[in-house]
């Protein structure tokens, strides 16, 4: 059973690409979040979001919670973004759902 | 710095042989968590703690114990370890309303 579903898989991009990570759930959830895990690196979190949209420099992330269905977009990508993408949501029990990552490479 | 600690970064082990993963929080977070993360599959939870003094099982708890010693600290013990067990492994601590913070992961390899 995957409670979150994440595509595509692996991406590769050219620098300065619009890049758009999609993720579905199937759980009801208090909030979702968005992970970034560099290689060989810890997680780290990007964004946590129950509604709408957020912004942080060149990330946005947004939700549809009657859809199910949140993306992550990095504008003007740079090689820096390369690393793995992780969604996940946190249902009403306070437990978290893993996507298994969407691997990004951003070409010079 | 604020944040999770978890030690050791690299271990390995033979088969059988036991040892302990530690982990401590700052942040005076109710919630932690042990998961491991294997290719291909998402991270998967072991053992949760709510609280201190209170544990419950994740999806792959099988061949671990937990110690939730106080608010700060949570322990995960591989008492008899397998080449199944071969993982890398992060503690995590979160509360309602807030991100998870994830430690820096421990690399495990049993032979």
């Known amino acids: 059973k995957n409670e979150v579903e994440q595509s595509p898989q692996n991406l590769t991009a050219q620098e300065g690409e619009f890049i758009t990570i999609n993720c579905s759930y199937s759980?009801?959830?208090?909030?979702l979040h968005w992970l970034q895990q560099h290689p060989g690196g810890g997680i780290v979190s990007l964004f946590m979001l129950s509604s709408g949209k957020k912004k942080h420099g060149r990330l946005i992330a947004t939700i549809n919670i009657q859809e199910k269905h949140s993306s992550l977009h990095i504008t003007a990508s740079h090689p820096r973004d390369s690393a793995v993408y992780i969604c996940a949501v946190r249902d009403t029990g306070n437990q978290f759902y893993f996507g298994t990552g969407t691997s990004l490479t951003v070409i010079p | 710095n604020a944040g999770v600690t978890q030690t050791p970064k690299f271990q390995v082990l033979k088969t059988g042989q036991s040892m302990t993963l530690q982990c401590a929080q700052d942040m005076n977070h109710n919630s932690m968590y042990w998961y491991r993360q294997d290719p291909g599959m998402g991270l998967r939870l072991i053992y949760y703690s709510a609280s201190e003094g209170t544990t419950d099982k994740g999806e792959v708890p099988n061949g671990y114990n937990v110690s939730r010693l106080n608010k700060r600290e949570f322990s995960l013990r591989l008492e008899s370890a397998a080449p199944s067990q071969t993982s890398v492994y992060f503690c995590?601590?979160?509360?309602?309303?807030?991100?998870?913070?994830f430690g820096q992961g421990t690399r495990l390899t049993v032979v």
């Open positions: 995590a601590s979160s509360w309602w309303g807030l991100s998870a913070f």
């Open positions: 759980v009801g959830i208090s909030a």
